[in-house]
Structure formats: C-alpha cells, structure tokens
C-alpha cells in the first residue's frame, strides 16, 4: 500500500534519484513515468541501440569515420535520440497503461500504491502528462528521422505505426493468456526502428532481430509477473505466468534458446563478425543463469532476475560495438 509518509510505490527502490532530488509535488507523476524504476525504459532501448549497431556493422568499416556520410557523430546522435525517445514513450506507454488499468492496479497490492489508484493524480492530470511525455517523443522520433538523406518517412511512418500495438497492450491481459506476446511486440519495435534510420527500409536481419526480441520480452516479463501471480488469479489477470506456473523454467528455455539462435542468424545476414557473436555466448550465459537462479514463488527474486536483464542487453550490444570497431 502507499506509503503516507513518503508516498512512494511499493515496487521503487527508497534511494532512488528521484526521492532524494525532485520535489515531492513531482513525484507522483514521476512514478507515472516510471522514472523510479529506469529498467523499463533500458529494456525499451536495447532493441533500438543493438538494431542501430547491426546496421552500422553492414555499413563498410572505411566510411564509419568522420568525414563519412554515415559517421560516428551522427550514430551517436542517433544513439541519443533513442535514448530520450526511450525513456519518453516508455513513460508515456506506463501512464497510458496506468490510466486505463486503474481498476485491476488498485486490487493488487504491489501496485496498489501508483499515483492513479492511490488518488494522489487525477485520470485527466495523467492524461495530460501522457501527452506531453508522447509530444517529447515525438520531437526525439523527429531528430531520428532528419538525417544526411533528408526526412526519413519510411522509419517516421514505421515508428507511428507502433502506436497501435502499444494501444492494444493494456487489454490483451483480460483476453488472452499471452499478453507478454503483446508487450515483446510493441517493445521490440526497436529492432525494426533502428536498421530503418540508418537505410530508410528494412531487411531479413532486422526481422530477425525483432522476432528475437519478442521472445526476449516474453521471458523476462514472465518472470516479473510471476510477482503478481496470486493477486492476478483473483482479479482475473491472465499473463504467461500463470499459464506456464511450474513449468516456467522450460518455457524460458525455449523462449531464450529462440532468441539466441534468432540474433545469431540475424547477425550473420548483417555480415556481423565474431565480437558480435561472442557476445551472443556471454549473454547465453547470463540467461542460463537466470533460469537457473529463477525463484518463481519469491517476488524478490523474481524482481532481481528481472531487472538483471539489463546486463545482457549490454553484453550483446558490447559484442556489437567491438564487432564496428574491429
């Protein structure tokens, strides 16, 4: 429940930046965000960065500098601009969702204590700060999109596009037992994002690498709704948790095995080389782990394997770096 001497969320960390430097007034709509909880808005980004590398490595190693039309100052202008369009949409997709699931948020207790169910924002007050955060996105979507070429309007359309997968999501657990199938859809759009700014279309790699990231999603979002998996029984929230119960571990094993070998072959159409596939192995590493660590019956562990996933994103985009480099 809220905490009222705080008026913290039950699932944030107390030290968090956001508790200790922002005024209390803002808090509220920071947790709307999710400003408290950055792994979201990390897990939202890895797709977009590891599809922004893979098309830097089909690029020709002798025009990846400075004085190219492709170079390392526009990449990493681009990197940027994912990076705050991340962090924008991701908060605006968690208020959305907030808004609308304000009837089943306020009978579950971890989240019982968001800003929307606890009444310390209005359903409007949201509404409007969700717009906002969209329009922020948009001008960072318009930043990826005025490239050395012109206007990109095949990524720009690609990018609206996903709007629609995005407003699906916050029903698809009062219909289906696969809702996470829904979340790896609209938060793997990256995958697809990334390839399209760099060349203004698409290819079989970036497929690839997006059919990978939705099993990615899959697997780590099972694993933090196993921490709701009571509450959600009683209000009649259906997710993958609850449809996979003790047979979690092997389901993660094919879900993670799907995404390795799908990565894999993605990067053998981009011509990747062997940083880019020796990353693939590292983090095959950490997933193994995190099956095996995996305490489906413990919140908190299932909240720390969760969060850990954030590691791997960095491994295989390391390997990717290097793979530019070399």
């Not at 209390?24 to 890895?46: E, F, M, T, V």
Request: proline share 4%; charged share 15%.
């Amino acid at each position: 429940m809220t905490d009222t001497n705080t008026d913290r969320v039950a699932d944030a960390t107390p030290d968090n930046w956001v508790y200790r430097l922002l005024p209390k007034s803002i808090w509220p709509y920071a947790q709307l965000a999710r400003w408290d909880r950055p792994i979201g808005w990390w897990l939202l980004l890895w797709p977009c960065w590891w599809s922004l590398a893979l098309a830097a490595s089909q690029w020709t190693g002798s025009r990846l500098d400075v004085e190219a039309d492709f170079g390392w100052p526009l990449a990493l202008t681009w990197g940027a601009a994912f990076l705050a369009g991340a962090i924008a949409m991701r908060g605006a997709g968690c208020t959305y969702n907030d808004i609308v699931d304000v009837d089943i948020d306020e009978k579950v207790s971890r989240t019982a204590s968001r800003p929307i169910p606890s009444g310390r924002v209005s359903k409007k007050q949201a509404a409007a700060f969700m717009i906002a955060q969209a329009f922020a996105g948009l001008l960072c979507l318009l930043a990826l999109c005025l490239n050395y070429s012109g206007f990109n309007t095949f990524a720009f359309f690609l990018a609206i596009s996903s709007l629609a997968v995005v407003a699906c999501y916050p029903f698809a657990k009062r219909v289906t037992d696969w809702p996470q199938f829904v979340l790896g859809l609209a938060f793997s759009w990256g995958a697809l994002m990334g390839w399209a700014v760099v060349f203004g279309e698409l290819a079989t790699a970036p497929v690839l690498l997006y059919v990978g990231c939705v099993l990615w999603t899959i697997g780590y979002d099972t694993i933090y709704a196993h921490q709701d998996r009571e509450d959600d029984a009683l209000v009649g929230v259906r997710s993958t948790a609850r449809l996979f119960g003790e047979k979690t571990k092997p389901a993660l094993m094919a879900l993670y095995a799907g995404t390795l070998v799908l990565f894999a072959v993605a990067f053998s159409f981009a011509e990747a080389s062997w940083p880019g596939y020796l990353g693939l192995v590292i983090g095959s590493c950490h997933m193994l782990w995190q099956i095996k660590s995996l305490d489906i019956n413990d919140g908190e562990n299932c909240l720390r394997l969760f969060k850990s996933n954030s590691h791997f994103g960095w491994v295989v985009f390391a390997g990717l770096v290097v793979d530019i480099l070399v």
